[in-house]
């Protein structure tokens, strides 16, 4: 995205953020609260139009629609948004509704992603008997079902202890190894040093500092402003 501002009434959100995620590559956004972050992944799934600058995805311009399908993008939700009553496998069928290829080419990708992020065993177990970390999961199946370019993972390892945000960090770096950029959100320090190729930082709408997890854990006033409170919690 280049130089992307966005303003809701006085407000500047976004302040001329530029921000590019290679293929394969896992970028982490991170930021106090209120800094920009999920209207970045926003403006990137059509939902708020940004005043100026604009969105590329795949090197062209990203279609003037939010269905996400059509403009290769997925997202996960920190409030996971599944369907309770429903079971693992028709949610992940959920964004394949509608779609021509539905029926046998949309089960057989159904039961694909539930194999690889290790859900197969509870496929037609209904979501609301799941424990959260594999209701995580998931929803981070129905995200990658629809074989996205790019995924907005937010706030992944949001409520997972130490071994399932370990595993979290392996399957991230798989999905990316395999050619989906990842961008996420996450406030969780040393998941974020673990899994990304790049940090870059939000303070107030502005990109303060952009670079590797070490250049940037060594910025002093990224570390003042944000990863020093994180580490002091
Ligand atoms: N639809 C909206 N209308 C008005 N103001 C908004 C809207 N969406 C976001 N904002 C404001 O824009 C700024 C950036 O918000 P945003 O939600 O992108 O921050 P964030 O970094 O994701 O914060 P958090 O970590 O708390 O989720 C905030 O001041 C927020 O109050």
Redesign the pocket.
Same mark, same amino acid.
């Given at each position: 995205m280049d130089a992307l501002t966005v303003e809701? $009434?006085g407000?500047t959100?976004l302040d001329d953020v530029g921000l590019t995620v290679g293929d394969g590559e896992v970028v982490a956004l991170i930021?106090p609260? $209120?800094?920009?972050?999920?209207?970045v992944f926003n403006v990137v799934c059509g939902l708020v139009r940004p005043r100026s600058g604009s969105v590329r995805i795949d090197g062209r311009p990203a279609p003037a629609t939010s269905r996400l399908a059509d403009r290769g993008v997925s997202r996960t939700l920190q409030g996971l948004g599944l369907f309770g009553g429903m079971t693992a496998a028709e949610n992940v069928l959920v964004p394949l509704t509608g779609r021509p290829r539905r029926s046998a080419d949309g089960e057989r990708a159904v039961v694909a992603v539930l194999q690889r992020l290790d859900l197969l065993d509870l496929a037609d177990t209904a979501v609301d008997a799941l424990p959260y970390p594999e209701r995580k999961r998931v929803a981070l199946a129905r995200a990658l079902v629809t074989d996205p370019r790019l995924l907005l993972l937010d706030e992944p390892a949001g409520g997972l202890g130490a071994d399932d945000i370990a595993a979290l960090a392996d399957v991230v770096r798989g999905i990316a190894a395999a050619g989906t950029s990842v961008l996420l959100?996450e406030h969780h320090v040393d998941f974020v040093m673990a899994v990304a190729d790049r940090v870059v930082v939000?303070d107030f709408?502005r990109v303060v500092a952009c670079g590797t997890p070490d250049e940037v854990r060594s910025d002093a006033a990224v570390e003042a402003a944000y990863l020093g409170l994180e580490a002091a919690r």
């Open positions: 809701f $009434g407000l959100a930021g609260n $209120g800094a920009g972050k999920t209207t959100v939000l709408g």
